[in-house]
């Protein structure tokens, strides 16, 4: 039988084994989910105008980082305290598309600081702030739309000190592609504030589906102004209504619609693919007539096979002359260019 003593002993050595068992298990845990801090860079970003008229942030690459956060903070005129958020969307370091939608007309001053976001989704820290950058006059979103004639008319806000303006136009295609491209409005005597653009492959614009537009303040004497925020998108039209004259794209064919003249006994349809070099390329449907009877009441039409033209992205113009037997009376065109689709 054991003495009290040796019970005492027993149950020490049991107490002092639990103890180890814990601290041991304790040890083992830890071990198992280290503290690892994240990754991080010391150098700030910078912020610069680039010559495209677009503000960069550009920042050293982080190790690790899968994409990136971007804040920018600023004050605004009244002087309350705004801040932006904009997260990347590919593993670039260097972002480039900062308009009005990402600092307000009323913020003046900005900086900006960097974060990694890791392919797991957990954030680095914060990297030290960018020197204060202050922002160039943002120009005001313009408004498109076409005239009945076809053409493209771009309209905006006259902006002090504005020698001349930009505009700058993205069109998409049936496929989905897009196309770029820039047009330099005005002098420096008369600035302009609208333009009129015509559609078609090697004219002003090329010969899209849908198409927006932007513009920008170019001054020969101070900052040129922050591409404004894109237009409403709008389709191309497929019809013009140039005097008198209805030039419009079916299905399959171009149907030309014009005036009747009281003292004609003929009319003459032309119908010409062109280029907008000046150079007309005569199609297989060029020259084409269509007779009536004059008196007869109503609108003429003539019809043309759009498979007589070169490919979709042909263009053609229009030009009426209507006869007194072999007088010409007058002549109607040659109408702006349709482009076919």
């Known amino acids: 039988m054991k003495t009290n003593a040796q019970l005492k002993l027993f149950c020490a050595i049991v107490v002092l ?19 690892i801090p994240p990754e991080s860079t010391e150098e700030a970003p910078t912020i610069r105008l680039r010559a495209s008229g677009w503000i960069g942030v550009n920042w050293d690459e982080i190790t690790g980082a899968e994409y990136y956060q971007i804040q920018l903070q600023g004050t605004r005129t009244d002087g309350s305290a705004w801040e932006q958020t904009i ?16 600092a307000p007309a009323n913020v ?24 204060l950058f202050t922002l160039p006059p943002w120009s005001i979103r313009p408004t498109v739309s076409f005239a009945d004639s076809g053409m493209l008319s771009v309209q905006w806000t006259a902006e002090a000190g504005a020698d001349r303006y930009e505009v700058w136009f993205r069109g998409t295609y049936a496929d989905g592609s897009t196309a770029d491209f820039k047009q330099s409005v005005g002098t420096t005597d008369a600035p302009a504030i609208s333009q009129t653009f015509e559609i078609g492959t090697g004219c002003d614009v090329p010969s ?20 404004s925020s894109g ?19 079916a299905v399959g064919r171009i149907e030309v619609t014009f005036p009747p003249h009281a003292d004609a006994t003929r009319y003459t349809v032309q119908l010409q693919e062109e280029t907008c070099a000046g150079a007309n390329i005569p199609g297989t449907g060029a020259a084409q007539q269509a007779a009536a009877v004059s008196g007869d009441p109503g609108l003429r039409e003539a019809f043309f096979e759009v498979a007589s033209f070169n490919a979709a992205t042909a263009k053609v113009t229009v ?14 065109g040659w109408t702006p260019r349709l482009v076919l689709k």
Request: glycine share 6%; proline share 2%; aromatic share 6%.
């Open 87 to 102: 997260r990347t969307t590919k593993k670039y370091h260097s972002y480039g598309f900062i308009t009005r939608r990402h």
């Open 17 to 35: 084994a639990c103890a180890v068992g814990s601290i041991a298990s304790t040890v083992t845990t830890s071990a198992q989910s280290p503290e």
């Open 231 to 249: 237009s409403v998108w709008q389709q191309v039209p497929r019809k013009i209504v140039s005097a008198g004259v209805t030039v419009e794209e």
């Open 319 to 332: 030009r009426i002359e209507r006869y007194n037997n072999n007088a010409l009376l007058d002549r109607l």
């Open 108 to 131: 003046l001053q900005v900086t900006a600081r960097v974060a990694a976001i890791r392919s797991d989704g957990s954030t680095g820290v914060w990297s030290a702030t960018s020197a």
């Open 208 to 227: 899209v589906d849908k198409i927006r537009a932007r513009v920008r303040a170019i001054r020969d004497s101070g900052t040129d102004s922050i591409w």
